[in-house]
């Protein structure tokens, strides 16, 4: 392995946000009633503290899909104040059995943000997750910027610069129980992205992605070993619902940004002591990434 390198891990502080929320307000995002500054104020909370929280809709009602992506966006620009700007998205519920559990019919997204991002070999410390959900995917980097409908996967590989081994490194931020958070949850409170790490660069001209095998070790061990088709048939059909989603809602992709497009496996989902250890992502010809919780 190589040096590990340190990080800080960074706090978010609600004072940070309290002039966001008075300017945004509840014309903008509370017509309907729903309390959106008190579920940004707790989600908050619970990145500080260190905590986990009720299911939104069970504490603040049932609300659409789409209200779930306003609530993301109030979210966002709370903790881009400490997490730097977005620098891209991670897709979920990305494979069938994943969308046939939860009862939807398309893939999730939440923004990726740039003090997320943690070099390949990195050590974090176990205290910086309530409970860890660790994943291996494929991951994207954007070459050019797409803000339009992009029809096939040959036209969007136009479009991509490099195709990398990721770990998608989540934080489940609710308190588990005998139901499941609704994607409405799961959406509005930034689905579950927390840190990710990038391996090697490889031009997309230079891998098969849809040939890889997805494996993901802990201390040697294989915890999931998934073809990279159960990621929406191929990765790259991630890639594709996520440009053209942000296209159609008036967004885009640009030049740097990276793309997490879902895993292949369910997620090596603990807490406590489990979360330490050195852990492995391979995806043969497109190469590893290792991380160390200590």
Known sequence: MRHARKLIFPVISLVVLSGFLVAAGRPAYGQDGLKVDEMVEEILAAHENQTQIQYLTKTYGSFSIERAYQIQAVLAK????????????????????????????EPASG???????????????????????????????????????????????????????????????????????????????GAGAHFHVLGP???????????????????????AESPATNVMGSPWNSLLWLANKLAKSGGSLGPGDVVVSGTAAPAYKVKGNKIKGNY????????RVTLTIN
Request: with cysteine.
């Open 201 to 223: 660069a490889v031009a997309p001209d230079k891998v098969n992605v849809d040939a890889l095998t997805l494996k993901l070790a802990r201390n040697g061990k294989t915890l």
């Open 280 to 287: 492995e992502g391979d995806c043969g010809a497109l190469g």
């Open 111 to 189: 923004p990726l943000f740039r003090l997320q991002r943690v070099p390949n070999g990195s050590n974090l410390p176990a205290n910086a997750f309530v409970e860890l959900a660790m994943e291996t995917e494929i991951a994207f980097t954007i070459g050019k910027r797409i803000d339009k409908n992009i029809k096939n996967v040959d036209e969007l590989k136009k479009y991509v610069k490099w195709v990398h081994t990721a770990f998608d490194i989540g934080d489940y931020r609710f308190v588990s129980g005998k139901d499941k958070p609704t994607p409405q949850d799961m959406i509005a409170s």
């Open 78 to 105: 709370g903790l881009s104040k400490k997490l730097g700007d977005v620098s891209g998205y991670k897709v979920a519920y990305a494979s069938k059995a994943a969308q046939k559990q939860f009862g939807v019919d």
